[in-house]
């Protein structure tokens, strides 16, 4: 091998080198990134179950206002019934 063609070795060597550091950075950043998204997702998958949690319990509490309207209404329409 002739000294021109060790110091092309060298330079594409020393070229893949720098672009394996390069790459070897950018999957540090994206696999930091992912990091981050993944807490964001818990996060906001338990913001999520909380507020299913409080969206039937609301509408627990509607259904049984409601029955005791209806139950109010009945008894009212009775008293109604009754005095006429």
């Known amino acids: 091998m002739t000294e021109n063609q060790e110091k092309e ?16 950075s950018d999957v540090k950043e994206i ?12 996060k906001h998958s338990q913001i999520l179950n909380r507020l299913d ?7 627990e509490t509607v259904m049984t206002n409601d029955k ?6 009945k008894d009212v329409s009775n008293l109604r019934s009754g005095i006429h």
């Open 9 to 24: 070795v060298f330079l594409l060597l020393n070229t893949i080198v720098t672009r394996v550091q390069g790459v070897q």
């Open 53 to 59: 949690a409080k969206t039937d319990s609301i509408a």
């Open 31 to 42: 696999k930091q990134t992912v990091n981050q998204h993944s807490q964001i997702l818990n």
């Open 68 to 73: 005791r309207l209806t139950a109010v209404e």
